[in-house]
């Protein structure tokens, strides 16, 4: 099966300060990446995805992730973080069996802190 | 209209309680989702519906029902929970199941505890 690993449990950043969340995925062809955020008590909101094309995705909030086949990573950054993007990132990757796309396997998630 | 809403917000269930968890979504999608997360863990698939059928149960257990009565609404049947089941419930939709472009958008989630 498809899987993502986010190596970083928690990572603190001066507000202000560049970001790079880290995600390394195990799928064998192109897999289907996607980062989403949570804040406490809430649901996801998707970020941003990855599917084919451009390595260089743009998504929401002023995020960015690049898709790096030849290190199998996926990773997310922002050029300067605000003291409201702390929150829980995580990476997910789109499950396939014979049937189709079976939904999404999320990563353990990262948890931003950012420093005033 | 991009939203997945779900009611309660908040729930707090006894063991022996039936409570049921709402969804509803005016996206047109055809596929809905029931996502269990644990405190600092990231979300669990649990079930899979598609086109109203049933299609992805992840071995969950029979004390969870879920129900897909038309294409905007899924419940989720509690009864007979344990202390262990107390979790943040997230409901997805996407516009379908199976395919490649596979976005999903997810409501805020009930809380559950159960004592």
């Known amino acids: 099966a498809q899987s993502v690993t986010q190596p970083d449990i928690h990572i603190t950043v001066s507000e202000g300060a560049s970001l790079e969340l880290r995600c390394n995925y195990s799928y064998g062809a192109t897999p289907y990446l996607f980062w989403y955020v949570q804040s406490p008590g809430q649901g996801l909101q998707l970020l941003l995805k990855?599917?084919?094309?451009?390595?260089l995705v743009q998504g929401i909030k002023g995020f960015e992730a690049e898709f790096k086949r030849s290190q199998s990573s996926f990773n997310l950054r922002k050029p300067s973080v605000h003291w409201s993007d702390a929150a829980e990132y995580f990476c997910a990757v789109a499950q396939y069996s014979g049937g189709g796309a079976d939904g999404l396997t999320f990563g353990k998630g990262t948890h931003l802190i950012i420093q005033p | 209209d991009t939203e997945v809403t779900q009611t309660p917000k908040h729930l707090v269930m006894g063991m022996t309680n039936k409570k049921s968890l709402k969804c509803e979504q005016h996206m047109g999608h055809r596929a809905m989702y029931w996502y269990k997360q644990k405190a600092k863990k990231p979300p669990e698939l649990m079930f899979v519906y598609s086109y109203e059928k049933l299609s992805i149960n992840e071995s969950v257990p029979s004390r969870f029902s879920p129900e897909c009565p038309n294409s905007s609404l899924l419940n989720l049947h509690l009864h007979a929970l344990q202390p262990e089941d107390s979790a943040l419930y997230l409901c997805a939709s996407s516009q379908d199941y199976g395919t490649l472009n596979e976005k999903l958008f997810f409501g805020s989630g009930t809380q559950l505890s159960v004592l």
């Open positions: 990855y599917f084919s094309g451009d390595t």
